[in-house]
């Protein structure tokens, strides 16, 4: 059932753009704050707005899944205003901005594209037809095939589901005795990964390095902006820890060709890309394109590093602008996403005193309050674990690294091992 924002009859404007989805405030209102500053927004999301309000000229609530409800609930936005774009960072969204898109005649990916970004098994075929270096992948629907998978492979693989991201039901396999656990851990996961995908993939595992390329993609050309250095934590579950952007990375010429082509492959013709990879010992090879601003505020550290703001180009995309990719800033930037040593129930989640309010500490967040609990992986994954984060800036990486190290040490945080029940 579509619910409507009150909005008097004869009010309407010059055009807006129209969001899908915004995410959770924490890590997406800098993108709603940066477009609202392009254009006049409205917005079709699955609950009635809270934090979005301020940025909205009008919204609807409406299951943005359900491309039915969307379209009537997008047909009534349009009844009051002229919407002249689509912009989505929501990762289940994609596939439905690109329909929306077609329907309203405004820029967007073709559905074929915004599927295949989101379905990995469709990206690893068209990238290996395409002869754009990634990990070799098989898609599996038992233990049988995932067992047969890793023999034809070799260990270590990789298991996970074919349209999550996240590292969402992400596992290495070192042992064949460690593959049922392992299927029974990404399975439970798969679900809910949408239309798009279905599956687990069993795939080559890559060591080295991982990073990503942040993209831009104007009229079917891409520019690489940006490189982000992402720091794992241990495996087996390739738990993000943090990123590193830096103003000239000259990581950034050897890897933009790589990213392009990929994109390219896949027939992405506009918007903002985060596109992952590991440097291995035979060179960069994919692991995902993420057809969006990349999460953990990756584009916020773009803008303190560099001065480019995605958010903003995302919109100017969206609304047939070319958008401003001029640097501005010569800088670095990095984010910590602060996990605890166990699961177990927060008593303690502060700074110290000493820590104080230093020029270079952007901010510090808080994600799990004293008394809640957090719930690690195999149990749980990162989104009922990460207690918070902290985001600095420096003039290089190596300042920046320094900076994450000593904001970290001056936290005081404690978790009871035993999680509360009842």
Same mark, same amino acid.
């Given at each position: 059932?579509?619910?409507?924002?009150?909005?008097?009859?004869?009010?309407?404007?010059? !055009?807006?753009?129209?969001?899908? /989805? $915004?995410?959770?405030?924490?890590?997406?209102?800098?993108?709603?704050?940066?477009?609202?500053m392009r254009s006049p927004l409205v917005l079709v999301s699955d609950?009635?707005?809270?934090?979005?309000?301020?940025?909205?000229?009008?919204?609807?609530?409406?299951?943005?899944?359900?491309?039915?409800?969307?379209?009537?609930?997008?047909? *009534?936005?349009?009844? *009051?205003?002229?919407?002249?774009?689509?912009?989505?960072?929501?990762?289940?969204?994609?596939?439905?901005? =690109?329909?929306?898109? #077609?329907?309203?005649?405004?820029?967007?990916?073709?559905?074929?594209?915004?599927?295949? @970004?989101?379905?990995?098994?469709?990206?690893?075929?068209?990238?290996?037809?395409? @002869?754009?270096? =990634?990990?070799? %992948?098989?898609?599996?629907?038992?233990?049988?095939?995932? #067992?047969?998978?890793?023999?034809?492979?070799?260990?270590?693989?990789?298991?996970?589901?074919?349209?999550?991201?996240?590292?969402? !039901?992400?596992?290495?396999?070192?042992?064949?005795?460690?593959?049922?656990?392992?299927?029974?851990? +990404?399975?439970?996961?798969?679900?809910?990964?949408?239309?798009?995908? =279905?599956?687990?993939?069993?795939?080559?595992?890559?060591?080295?390095?991982?990073?990503?390329?942040? @993209?831009?993609? =104007?009229?079917?050309?891409?520019?690489?902006?940006?490189?982000?250095?992402?720091?794992?934590?241990?495996?087996?579950?390739?738990?993000?820890? /943090?990123?590193?952007?830096?103003?000239?990375?000259?990581?950034?010429?050897?890897?933009?060709?790589?990213?392009?082509?990929?994109?390219?492959?896949? !027939?992405?013709? @506009?918007?903002? %890309?985060?596109?992952?990879?590991?440097?291995?010992?035979?060179?960069?090879?994919?692991?995902?394109?993420?057809?969006?601003?990349?999460?953990?505020?990756?584009?916020?550290?773009?803008?303190?590093?560099?001065?480019?703001?995605?958010?903003? +180009?995302?919109?100017?995309?969206?609304?047939?602008?070319?958008?401003?990719?001029?640097?501005?800033?010569?800088?670095?930037?990095?984010?910590?996403?602060?996990?605890?040593?166990?699961?177990?129930?927060?008593?303690?989640?502060?700074?110290?005193?000493?820590?104080? $309010?230093?020029?270079?500490?952007?901010?510090?967040?808080?994600?799990?309050?004293?008394?809640?609990?957090?719930?690690?992986?195999?149990?749980?994954?990162?989104? #009922?674990? *990460?207690?918070?984060?902290?985001?600095?800036?420096?003039?290089?990486?190596?300042?920046?690294?320094?900076?994450?190290?000593?904001?970290?040490?001056?936290?005081?945080?404690?978790?009871?091992?035993?999680?509360? $029940?009842?």
């Amino acid at each position: 059932m579509t619910t409507t924002a009150a909005l008097p009859d004869d009010t309407r404007d010059d !055009g807006v753009l129209l969001v899908l /989805g $915004t995410g959770d405030q924490t890590f997406s209102s800098y993108c709603l704050a940066a477009a609202s500053m392009r254009s006049p927004l409205v917005l079709v999301s699955d609950a009635e707005p809270t934090w979005q309000q301020p940025y909205l000229r009008d919204h609807e609530v409406a299951e943005v899944g359900d491309l039915e409800d969307l379209r009537w609930a997008v047909a *009534r936005l349009a009844g *009051r205003h002229e919407i002249k774009g689509v912009v989505t960072w929501d990762e289940h969204a994609l596939v439905a901005a =690109s329909h929306i898109a #077609t329907d309203l005649a405004v820029p967007g990916q073709s559905s074929a594209t915004a599927t295949a @970004c989101r379905n990995k098994a469709a990206s690893r075929a068209v990238w290996s037809s395409e @002869c754009v270096p =990634s990990a070799r %992948s098989i898609r599996v629907t038992s233990l049988v095939t995932a #067992t047969t998978a890793a023999r034809r492979i070799g260990l270590p693989v990789v298991l996970k589901p074919a349209s999550h991201t996240g590292g969402i !039901g992400v596992v290495k396999v070192d042992h064949f005795d460690e593959l049922p656990a392992a299927f029974t851990y +990404a399975s439970a996961r798969a679900k809910g990964q949408g239309q798009e995908g =279905s599956g687990i993939l069993v795939e080559e595992y890559l060591d080295g390095p991982e990073i990503a390329v942040e @993209c831009v993609t =104007s009229h079917g050309i891409t520019t690489a902006v940006a490189v982000t250095r992402t720091e794992l934590g241990a495996g087996p579950h390739f738990q993000a820890v /943090g990123h590193v952007v830096t103003a000239g990375d000259p990581l950034l010429a050897e890897v933009a060709p790589i990213a392009e082509a990929a994109l390219d492959a896949l !027939g992405v013709n @506009c918007g903002i %890309s985060h596109v992952e990879m590991r440097l291995t010992t035979t060179g960069p090879k994919l692991i995902e394109v993420n057809a969006r601003l990349g999460g953990d505020l990756v584009g916020h550290l773009v803008r303190l590093a560099t001065g480019i703001d995605l958010a903003a +180009a995302a919109v100017d995309i969206a609304l047939g602008r070319e958008p401003d990719l001029t640097p501005t800033r010569a800088a670095a930037a990095g984010i910590r996403l602060l996990y605890p040593a166990t699961s177990g129930t927060v008593r303690t989640a502060q700074p110290r005193p000493e820590l104080g $309010t230093p020029d270079w500490l952007e901010r510090l967040v808080w994600e799990i309050r004293p008394g809640q609990q957090t719930l690690l992986s195999p149990q749980g994954d990162p989104g #009922t674990a *990460r207690l918070g984060h902290l985001v600095v800036t420096g003039d290089d990486v190596a300042q920046v690294q320094e900076h994450l190290a000593h904001a970290e040490g001056l936290l005081d945080i404690a978790v009871d091992p035993q999680l509360a $029940t009842g």
